[in-house]
């Protein structure tokens, strides 16, 4: 592969309906993009071990395993847990909304659905992944965040974090105290030209919490009623 080829994201499409599989990749190599496509959860696991892409845009409903379970592995692994997920799937109930974030989906969208959509969600997924590259530290309590190798720890001790989840917390420490609504959290983490639900937020947060208070350590994030979040050594 050419360097400038090397260059272009990667995005591997899971998708078993092959005229959808086929319609989705010719969109996205029209958009510039490298794209390779999975039929089933047990292909996609192989193609992403082999060569772990930028994005994976993800059916949930799979022969051989299931997409839930392939968000599951690709978190669990340590060289794809930075891989963005995009579920995107025909069961469109909130339940399955949330217990899809919940596994570690990055966003969710369901068919049928506006190709328009799609990509603005894919470019907005990229571009954030991209976001934080800079060699820059942050620092709060006994929180370290390590921009450039995106790394976490609190304490000394590594904390596993998702990429919604990491952007959401180097958000929130870059003004630690200040409280956030759903909104401005959803503006400066998912981006105005996303919509997402706020119950979104709500996931995303629970999940970051639960990862940064493992080892019963204090809790840092404020929840302020019918106001929003913040970053705050006082939120228990």
């Not at 060289?79 to 579920?87: F, M, N």
């Not at 339940?95 to 969710?108: E, H, I, M, Q």
Request: glycine residues 8%; charged residues 30%; aromatic residues 4%.
């Amino acid at each position: 592969m050419t360097a400038e080829g090397r260059t272009r994201p990667a995005i591997l499409v899971v998708e078993d309906e092959a005229p959808l599989a086929t319609m989705l990749r010719y969109n996205l190599e029209k958009q510039g993009y490298r794209v390779a496509v999975a039929g089933d959860g047990e292909q996609a696991l192989a193609m992403i071990a082999e060569e772990p892409p930028d994005l994976v845009v993800l059916d949930w409903m799979l022969p051989l395993v299931s997409g839930l379970e392939v968000c599951r592995r690709i978190r669990r692994g340590p060289a794809t847990r930075d891989v963005g997920v995009l579920i995107l799937t025909a069961r469109g109930e909130e339940g399955d909304k949330v217990r899809g974030l919940d596994t570690g989906a990055d966003d969710y969208l369901t068919k049928p659905f506006s190709l328009d959509e799609l990509m603005a969600r894919i470019r907005a997924l990229l571009r954030r992944a991209r976001a934080e590259l800079g060699a820059e530290e942050l620092a709060f309590a006994d929180l370290r965040v390590d921009l450039a190798r995106h790394r976490v720890t609190r304490g000394g001790r590594r904390v596993q974090l998702g990429p919604t989840e990491f952007r959401l917390l180097v958000f929130l420490m870059r003004s630690p105290g200040r409280v956030y609504s759903r909104e401005e959290l959803l503006n400066g983490v998912w981006g105005r030209d996303i919509h997402v639900e706020p119950r979104t937020v709500d996931v995303h947060i629970r999940r970051l919490r639960r990862e940064l208070n493992a080892g019963n350590r204090p809790d840092l994030i404020r929840t302020v009623r019918a106001a929003g979040y913040a970053l705050d050594t006082e939120a228990a």
